[in-house]
């Protein structure tokens, strides 16, 4: 497969758009995720009551969901903004943090797969958890390398037809017929809380401005993190000040050095 080679000119197009993407992430993530999305051009909207999920969905030109700090109430509102999503020809990208924790959340995420994201993206435990596959993930960080997730994350893309991100040192994206690596970022972004959160938030940022080309969507967002991770590192003493120096980073990101310094190589 060729591999899709136009991070640079997807960025300048995100930056130019500033589509509005309703994210319904966790409390943890949500201040982190729409500063990210900010850094990046896009504009994001945490928006997930039952009341108003599905209206706003109409106005948003993507959605993701994440169900990090999952209830009841809020499940009622990813049911309604992936149901409007579907009908409004929009594409959504579905974050499955710790899926495999409990009942509630397996009985959940087996529901939202059904609405069809276009974009799964998870670590390497959620992932291999999701395929059906044994993983050694307790709570919402991995416990396995993405390189054991691979054949995992090409059966569930051809399972559920959607793109599969698996992240961690190097990330894995697939649509189950050929696969990307995307190498970079830094060991201090598992040590970021929420770093994953906003990622599936970016790609859903990504998706809105290519929706005919989810693969490309994800490996230029997954390219953004790695490379704004790489150049926060070089500056940051410690997990606090890389969370800042990250933003900063992204927000400094443009479209002719993310294509000159994106370390992507066909699988
Ligand atoms: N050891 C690592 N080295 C470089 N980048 C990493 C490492 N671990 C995670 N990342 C990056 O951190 C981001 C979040 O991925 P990850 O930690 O897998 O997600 P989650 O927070 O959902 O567990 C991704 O951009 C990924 O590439
Ligand atoms: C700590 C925590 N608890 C519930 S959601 C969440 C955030 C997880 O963020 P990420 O998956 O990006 O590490
Ligand atoms: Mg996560």
Redesign the pocket.
Same mark, same amino acid.
């Given at each position: 497969m060729p591999l899709p080679t136009s991070y640079g000119n997807l960025l300048d197009q995100l930056r130019h758009e500033s589509p509005l993407v309703q994210c319904i992430t966790n409390y943890v993530a949500m201040n982190f995720a729409a500063n990210t999305l900010l850094a990046s051009g896009a504009s994001p909207a945490m928006v997930h009551a039952p009341e108003e999920a599905g209206e706003f969905a109409n106005i948003a030109s993507a959605v993701t969901i994440n169900i990090g700090t999952l209830s009841s109430h809020w499940l009622e509102g990813m049911r309604a903004a992936a149901s409007a999503a579907n009908e409004s020809g929009k594409p959504w990208v579905l974050d499955p943090v710790a899926h495999f924790a409990t009942a509630f959340r397996r009985k959940a995420v087996e529901e939202l797969l059904a609405l069809r994201p276009a974009v799964i993206r +998870?670590?390497a435990s959620e992932i291999m958890a999701l395929a059906g596959d044994t993983s050694s993930g307790r709570g919402? *960080?991995?416990g396995d390398s993405v390189e054991r997730a691979e054949v995992s994350a090409m059966v569930l893309a051809r399972r559920t037809h959607a793109v599969i991100a698996v992240?961690?040192?190097i *990330?894995f994206v697939t649509d189950g017929q050929d696969g990307v690596r995307i190498a970079g +970022?830094?060991?201090l972004?598992?040590k970021v809380t929420a770093?994953?959160?906003a990622?599936t938030c970016l790609v859903g940022a990504f998706v809105a401005v290519t929706p005919d080309s989810p693969l490309a969507a994800t490996v230029s967002a997954?390219a953004c993190?790695?490379v704004a +991770?790489s150049q926060a590192a070089q500056q940051a003493s410690g997990p606090g000040s890389f969370a800042w120096q990250f933003i900063d980073a992204l927000a400094r990101l443009d479209g002719n050095t993310l294509q000159a310094q994106a370390q992507v190589t066909n699988a």
């Open positions: +998870g670590n919402v *960080d991995s992240t961690g040192e *990330d +970022g830094s060991a972004m598992p770093m994953g959160c990622l997954l993190f790695s +991770g």
